[in-house]
């Protein structure tokens, strides 16, 4: 059963979204492709995405992260919230970087999806990885979904 929050959600009209509505005008605007079960998105590093002078903000790859894999669940028809987020920082990012965040699927236990997040530089450098538990309105049927979904 999808909810009205999640039904408005999925209608790009009405998406706001922060890191992926192109509609909102102080969002991310990422764009998502998938391949062969990894979800993907190129962002680049401006002045407004610092934390530290010259870097980009811890949370803003924490955002990075949690919609990869929320994407990866969301282009499969599962209503799902992020549980728990678990971010590792490898390497600092600096404004003007170019990063790509890919996200997959890891597990299924029963209403709990568990994926996994990377962040790297276009020269395949990790600049973090994460781990997300998502807590899903219904039992998620996609343990076996890794073959590529597209979505409008």
Known sequence: MVTEDYA????????????CSPRNPIGLKLSFEEEDGVVRAVFVVRPEHQGWPGHLHGGLIA?????AMAQWLWRR???????ELAVRFKK???VGAVLEVRAELVEVRRKMAILGATVLFLDGAVA???TGKFI????PDV???????KVK
């Open 128 to 130: 973090a990885t994460a």
């Open 8 to 19: 408005v959600a999925l209608n790009p009209e009405e998406n706001m979204c922060f890191a």
């Open 92 to 94: 600092g990012v600096p």
């Open 77 to 83: 028809g599962v209503e799902a919230y992020t549980g």
């Open 143 to 149: 343990a076996t979904q890794k073959e590529t979904v």
């Open 63 to 67: 955002t990075l992260c949690d919609e």
């Open 136 to 139: 899903c309105a219904t039992t």
